[in-house]
Protein backbone atom coordinates (compact mmCIF):
# COMPACT_ATOMS: atom_id res chain seq x y z
CA UNK A 1 0.00 0.00 0.00
CA UNK A 2 2.95 2.55 1.02
CA UNK A 3 6.34 2.34 -0.36
CA UNK A 4 8.58 2.43 1.90
CA UNK A 5 11.87 4.21 0.66
CA UNK A 6 15.46 3.46 2.52
CA UNK A 7 16.60 7.06 2.13
CA UNK A 8 13.66 9.25 3.53
CA UNK A 9 11.60 7.00 5.54
CA UNK A 10 12.72 5.06 8.73
CA UNK A 11 11.71 2.22 10.89
CA UNK A 12 12.20 0.85 14.19
CA UNK A 13 11.27 -2.33 15.89
CA UNK A 14 11.27 -3.92 19.03
CA UNK A 15 10.56 -7.58 20.62
CA UNK A 16 8.30 -6.34 23.61
CA UNK A 17 8.04 -9.54 25.94
CA UNK A 18 4.16 -8.46 27.13
CA UNK A 19 0.99 -9.72 25.84
CA UNK A 20 -0.06 -7.13 22.97
CA UNK A 21 -2.89 -5.70 24.66
CA UNK A 22 -0.59 -4.50 27.40
CA UNK A 23 1.76 -3.02 24.45
CA UNK A 24 -2.06 -1.26 23.38
CA UNK A 25 -2.85 -0.06 26.46
CA UNK A 26 0.19 1.92 26.78
CA UNK A 27 -0.40 3.42 23.49
CA UNK A 28 -4.34 4.31 23.76
CA UNK A 29 -5.04 5.13 27.59
CA UNK A 30 -3.44 8.90 27.50
CA UNK A 31 -2.59 8.43 31.18
CA UNK A 32 -0.19 5.67 30.14
CA UNK A 33 1.28 7.36 26.63
CA UNK A 34 1.81 10.58 29.26
CA UNK A 35 4.72 8.23 31.36
CA UNK A 36 6.23 7.11 27.95
CA UNK A 37 5.74 9.78 24.76
CA UNK A 38 8.37 12.14 25.85
CA UNK A 39 11.74 12.08 27.34
CA UNK A 40 12.29 12.58 30.64
CA UNK A 41 13.09 15.08 32.68
CA UNK A 42 10.37 16.55 30.51
CA UNK A 43 6.67 16.44 31.15
CA UNK A 44 4.02 15.30 28.79
CA UNK A 45 0.52 16.80 28.84
CA UNK A 46 -1.92 14.30 26.47
CA UNK A 47 -4.59 17.21 25.47
CA UNK A 48 -6.15 14.72 23.02
CA UNK A 49 -5.93 10.87 22.37
CA UNK A 50 -9.05 10.53 20.10
CA UNK A 51 -7.99 7.18 18.65
CA UNK A 52 -10.38 6.41 15.66
CA UNK A 53 -9.92 8.03 11.66
CA UNK A 54 -9.93 11.84 12.01
CA UNK A 55 -9.21 12.07 15.57
CA UNK A 56 -7.01 14.22 17.08
CA UNK A 57 -4.05 13.22 18.24
CA UNK A 58 -2.43 16.25 20.54
CA UNK A 59 0.51 16.59 23.65
CA UNK A 60 2.50 19.17 24.74
CA UNK A 61 5.32 19.35 27.06
CA UNK A 62 7.24 21.22 29.48
CA UNK A 63 10.44 21.32 30.65
CA UNK A 64 11.44 22.45 34.68
CA UNK A 65 7.74 22.86 35.60
CA UNK A 66 7.62 25.72 32.90
CA UNK A 67 4.72 26.34 30.52
CA UNK A 68 3.30 23.28 28.05
CA UNK A 69 4.51 24.23 25.04
CA UNK A 70 3.06 22.43 21.90
CA UNK A 71 4.91 18.88 20.94
CA UNK A 72 2.53 17.23 18.43
CA UNK A 73 -0.49 17.91 16.67
CA UNK A 74 -1.34 15.46 14.38
CA UNK A 75 -4.25 13.04 13.23
CA UNK A 76 -5.38 9.39 13.31
CA UNK A 77 -6.11 8.38 10.17
CA UNK A 78 -6.35 4.97 10.78
CA UNK A 79 -6.69 2.84 13.81
CA UNK A 80 -7.39 -1.14 13.95
CA UNK A 81 -7.77 -2.04 17.75
CA UNK A 82 -4.83 -4.18 18.88
CA UNK A 83 -3.05 -4.46 16.09
CA UNK A 84 -2.19 -0.88 13.50
CA UNK A 85 -2.56 3.10 14.93
CA UNK A 86 -1.85 5.40 11.42
CA UNK A 87 -1.35 9.03 12.32
CA UNK A 88 -0.25 12.39 10.48
CA UNK A 89 0.85 15.75 11.27
CA UNK A 90 0.10 16.88 7.81
CA UNK A 91 -3.63 17.15 9.50
CA UNK A 92 -4.93 18.11 12.73
CA UNK A 93 -8.30 16.42 14.60
CA UNK A 94 -10.82 16.03 12.17
CA UNK A 95 -8.73 16.07 8.93
CA UNK A 96 -8.10 19.82 8.68
CA UNK A 97 -5.03 20.40 6.92
CA UNK A 98 -2.15 21.44 9.07
CA UNK A 99 0.10 24.37 8.67
CA UNK A 100 3.56 22.31 8.21
CA UNK A 101 3.47 18.31 8.62
CA UNK A 102 5.59 15.94 7.34
CA UNK A 103 5.50 12.69 8.31
CA UNK A 104 3.15 9.98 8.56
CA UNK A 105 3.67 7.29 11.51
CA UNK A 106 2.48 3.81 11.32
CA UNK A 107 2.38 1.97 14.45
CA UNK A 108 2.02 -2.09 14.23
CA UNK A 109 1.53 -4.50 16.59
CA UNK A 110 1.84 -8.23 16.06
CA UNK A 111 1.93 -11.22 18.13
CA UNK A 112 5.77 -13.21 18.73
CA UNK A 113 6.99 -15.96 20.49
CA UNK A 114 7.92 -13.54 22.77
CA UNK A 115 5.32 -11.36 23.50
CA UNK A 116 4.82 -8.16 20.86
CA UNK A 117 6.32 -7.22 17.89
CA UNK A 118 6.37 -3.84 18.07
CA UNK A 119 6.88 -1.73 14.94
CA UNK A 120 6.82 1.62 13.93
CA UNK A 121 7.25 3.41 10.72
CA UNK A 122 8.08 6.69 9.90
CA UNK A 123 7.14 8.10 6.42
CA UNK A 124 8.44 11.43 5.17
CA UNK A 125 7.64 13.82 2.17
CA UNK A 126 8.92 12.38 -0.47
CA UNK A 127 7.89 11.63 -4.53
CA UNK A 128 11.39 9.57 -4.92
CA UNK A 129 9.93 5.85 -5.40
CA UNK A 130 12.74 3.77 -5.28
CA UNK A 131 13.27 0.45 -7.85
CA UNK A 132 15.62 -1.41 -6.06
CA UNK A 133 19.23 -0.14 -4.21
CA UNK A 134 22.70 0.27 -7.16
CA UNK A 135 25.64 1.12 -6.47
CA UNK A 136 26.28 4.80 -8.38
CA UNK A 137 29.81 5.60 -8.78
CA UNK A 138 28.80 9.09 -7.26
CA UNK A 139 31.21 11.85 -5.68
CA UNK A 140 31.68 10.73 -2.01
CA UNK A 141 29.80 12.05 0.67
CA UNK A 142 26.76 13.28 -1.85
CA UNK A 143 25.18 10.47 -0.27
CA UNK A 144 22.10 8.77 -0.51
CA UNK A 145 19.49 11.35 -1.53
CA UNK A 146 21.36 11.60 -4.57
CA UNK A 147 22.26 7.98 -5.75
CA UNK A 148 18.53 7.70 -5.02
CA UNK A 149 17.40 10.25 -7.11
CA UNK A 150 19.65 9.31 -10.11
CA UNK A 151 18.10 5.87 -9.86
CA UNK A 152 14.69 7.28 -9.70
CA UNK A 153 15.61 9.35 -12.80
CA UNK A 154 17.33 6.37 -14.68
CA UNK A 155 14.39 4.23 -14.11
CA UNK A 156 12.00 6.81 -15.46
CA UNK A 157 14.25 7.16 -19.07
CA UNK B 1 17.87 20.78 19.71
CA UNK B 2 17.29 17.18 20.38
CA UNK B 3 14.23 16.71 21.94
CA UNK B 4 11.35 14.62 21.07
CA UNK B 5 9.91 17.69 19.68
CA UNK B 6 9.06 16.62 15.76
CA UNK B 7 10.10 20.18 14.07
CA UNK B 8 11.32 20.30 10.27
CA UNK B 9 13.37 22.85 9.82
CA UNK B 10 12.38 25.67 6.77
CA UNK B 11 15.64 24.85 5.17
CA UNK B 12 14.40 21.18 5.34
CA UNK B 13 10.91 21.74 4.24
CA UNK B 14 12.66 23.90 0.83
CA UNK B 15 15.15 20.65 0.17
CA UNK B 16 12.45 18.32 0.44
CA UNK B 17 10.15 20.79 -2.13
CA UNK B 18 12.82 20.92 -3.51
CA UNK B 19 13.22 17.09 -4.33
CA UNK B 20 9.69 16.64 -4.90
CA UNK B 21 9.38 17.80 -8.91
CA UNK B 22 10.62 15.24 -11.33
CA UNK B 23 12.74 17.83 -13.42
CA UNK B 24 14.59 19.19 -10.26
CA UNK B 25 15.83 15.35 -9.17
CA UNK B 26 17.04 14.76 -12.94
CA UNK B 27 19.12 18.12 -12.61
CA UNK B 28 20.13 17.26 -8.91
CA UNK B 29 21.01 13.53 -10.56
CA UNK B 30 23.09 14.87 -12.99
CA UNK B 31 25.26 17.37 -10.78
CA UNK B 32 25.88 14.31 -8.69
CA UNK B 33 28.47 13.63 -11.06
CA UNK B 34 30.14 16.94 -11.35
CA UNK B 35 29.07 20.85 -12.23
CA UNK B 36 27.37 21.78 -15.63
CA UNK B 37 26.14 24.74 -17.01
CA UNK B 38 22.39 25.83 -17.19
CA UNK B 39 22.20 25.25 -20.88
CA UNK B 40 23.76 21.73 -20.89
CA UNK B 41 20.92 20.83 -17.69
CA UNK B 42 18.24 22.33 -19.69
CA UNK B 43 19.32 20.63 -23.08
CA UNK B 44 17.44 17.16 -22.02
CA UNK B 45 13.57 18.89 -21.08
CA UNK B 46 10.88 20.06 -23.23
CA UNK B 47 10.67 23.73 -21.57
CA UNK B 48 11.56 27.17 -22.06
CA UNK B 49 14.76 28.65 -20.44
CA UNK B 50 12.80 31.05 -17.85
CA UNK B 51 10.76 27.86 -16.78
CA UNK B 52 14.25 26.15 -16.39
CA UNK B 53 15.40 28.81 -14.31
CA UNK B 54 13.13 28.51 -11.85
CA UNK B 55 13.45 25.23 -11.03
CA UNK B 56 17.29 26.23 -11.01
CA UNK B 57 16.29 29.46 -8.47
CA UNK B 58 14.45 26.81 -6.79
CA UNK B 59 17.54 24.54 -6.17
CA UNK B 60 19.60 27.85 -5.19
CA UNK B 61 17.73 29.30 -2.62
CA UNK B 62 17.08 25.37 -0.73
CA UNK B 63 20.28 25.11 -0.75
CA UNK B 64 21.07 21.98 -2.43
CA UNK B 65 23.31 24.18 -5.62
CA UNK B 66 24.96 27.07 -5.54
CA UNK B 67 25.67 28.72 -9.33
CA UNK B 68 28.23 31.14 -10.44
CA UNK B 69 27.98 33.06 -13.46
CA UNK B 70 31.59 33.31 -15.83
CA UNK B 71 30.77 35.89 -18.79
CA UNK B 72 27.35 34.55 -20.74
CA UNK B 73 27.45 30.72 -18.83
CA UNK B 74 26.28 30.20 -15.25
CA UNK B 75 27.58 27.02 -13.69
CA UNK B 76 25.66 24.75 -11.30
CA UNK B 77 27.17 22.83 -8.76
CA UNK B 78 25.49 20.30 -6.44
CA UNK B 79 26.07 21.78 -2.39
CA UNK B 80 27.05 19.26 -0.21
CA UNK B 81 25.95 20.29 3.01
CA UNK B 82 22.64 21.28 2.00
CA UNK B 83 21.90 17.12 0.99
CA UNK B 84 23.57 16.10 4.09
CA UNK B 85 21.68 18.30 6.31
CA UNK B 86 18.76 16.22 4.95
CA UNK B 87 20.61 13.12 5.95
CA UNK B 88 21.41 14.11 9.26
CA UNK B 89 17.77 15.12 9.88
CA UNK B 90 16.61 11.86 9.11
CA UNK B 91 19.15 10.49 11.41
CA UNK B 92 18.28 12.99 14.34
CA UNK B 93 14.45 11.17 13.64
CA UNK B 94 15.42 7.72 13.28
CA UNK B 95 17.10 8.45 17.54
CA UNK B 96 13.57 10.16 18.32
CA UNK B 97 11.95 6.94 17.11
CA UNK B 98 14.49 4.46 18.76
CA UNK B 99 14.17 6.25 22.14
CA UNK B 100 10.52 7.07 22.01
CA UNK B 101 10.37 2.62 21.17
CA UNK B 102 12.72 2.30 24.31
CA UNK B 103 10.22 3.70 26.54
CA UNK B 104 7.54 2.24 25.41
CA UNK B 105 9.17 -1.49 26.15
CA UNK B 106 10.57 0.16 29.84
CA UNK B 107 6.95 1.18 30.39
CA UNK B 108 5.17 -1.75 29.32
CA UNK B 109 8.05 -4.17 31.34
CA UNK B 110 7.73 -2.18 34.32
CA UNK B 111 4.07 -1.83 34.30
CA UNK B 112 4.07 -5.96 34.15
CA UNK B 113 6.43 -6.38 36.95
CA UNK B 114 4.13 -4.36 38.98
CA UNK B 115 0.96 -6.82 38.25
CA UNK B 116 3.14 -9.87 38.30
CA UNK B 117 4.36 -8.75 41.74
CA UNK B 118 0.51 -7.63 42.87
CA UNK B 119 -0.74 -11.50 42.42
CA UNK B 120 2.14 -12.88 43.67
CA UNK B 121 1.39 -11.68 47.00
Known amino acids: ?157 | MATAAPQMPDDLSSIFLALADPTRRAVIARLGQGPASVSELASPFDMGLPSFMKHIRLLENSGMIRTRKSGRTRTCVIDGPGLSNAERWLAEQRKIWEAQADRLEAFVMLEQEGRNADSDR
Open chain 1, 1 to 157: MQTVTAELDLEVSRIIKAPRDRVWNAWVDPERLAKWWIPHPLICRVVSLDVRPGGAFVTEMSENDGPFVPHLSACFLDVLPGERIIYTNALTGGWRPAENGFVTAIITLSDHPEGTHYRAQALHKSRADREKHEELGFHDGWGTVVAQLAECVETKT
